[in-house]
């Protein structure tokens, strides 16, 4: 890295740092300290970003934040994508490392070319007018509507919002909202959720998804488990996913996809 131009270079191209945010120059910063073309897995110690920082003369209050950003909320930056579709996991006690997966970070989901589903909304009016344009608010509106029973086949149970363990090896993770369902024959079920509002960049991440299984293993060994996540369209339409399970995020697969219509209108009526 050059200290006077702020560059750095990733396959053989040079890219100049300050074009990007505080917390991409860091990361390319780390990254291309390490990468090298044909690596699949680049392991660095969460002091790097510190030290990267420092180097580029940026003042960053919350360095653990750069990690947690890039594993949960923001996509990496292109000059990292364009070269593979790479996600950051934990590597033991204060290390993560840049994995090469075979499939993209991110599910891609058409989620427009499915008809909607129309369902009553029963979320009481007096709630409707409190809600907000949040996950929050979505996990509430799925709550009222039993969105999870529908989709699931299931009688579905909402423990709890904000659900967090600690998974060896992966480190904390979160739930954004928790269910337990059963069958007809009795059965129990872990039901882990993942929810997405309606922007465009709030996509189903791979990582996330295998994180919500991990932790459903672990905490509830002798469950099922389906494995779920909703997402918020600009229509307001709320699609649900199934996702089934697999050894790592590449094996992750979509299972089954539906959208749902909240109506009001009475339609028992000619």
């Not at 979160?174 to 509002?197: R, T």
């Not at 293993?217 to 697999?246: H, M, W, Y």
């Amino acid at each position: 890295m050059s200290e006077d131009e702020a560059t750095v270079e990733i396959a053989g191209s040079e890219i100049r740092l300050t074009q990007f945010s505080d917390y991409e120059q860091v990361l390319l910063a780390v990254f291309a300290e390490h990468y090298e073309e044909g690596d699949e897995e680049i392991e660095f110690e969460k002091d790097e970003f510190a030290d990267a920082a420092d180097d580029l003369g940026l003042r960053i209050r919350n360095i653990p934040d750069v990690v947690y950003a890039f594993r949960s909320r923001r996509p990496l930056p292109d000059p990292i994508t364009t070269i593979g579709d790479w996600i950051i996991q934990p590597a033991g006690k204060g290390s993560y490392k840049f994995q090469l997966l075979q499939s993209a970070p991110q599910f891609d989901l058409n989620f427009e070319a499915y008809q909607p589903i129309e369902i009553y909304n029963s979320v009481p009016e007096v709630v409707q007018k409190f809600l907000r344009d949040d996950e929050q608010s979505l996990l509430t509106t799925i709550l009222y509507n039993r969105v999870i029973d529908i989709f699931t086949g299931l009688t579905c149970f909402h423990i709890q919002n904000h659900y967090r363990a600690s998974v060896p090896g992966t480190g904390q993770v979160e739930l954004d909202s928790f269910y337990v369902g059963v069958d007809d024959k009795g059965e129990l079920y872990a039901i882990p959720i993942e929810a997405k509002g309606a922007a465009e960049s709030e996509k189903i991440g791979r990582v996330q998804v295998a994180h919500m299984s991990e932790l459903a293993q672990q905490d509830f060994p002798n469950l099922d488990r389906r494995i779920l996540a909703i997402k918020e369209l600009e229509d307001g339409t709320i699609c649900a996913v199934e996702f089934s399970e697999g050894d790592s995020p590449d094996d992750y697969k979509v299972r089954q996809v539906r959208r749902f219509d909240l109506i009001r209108e009475d339609r028992t009526r000619p």
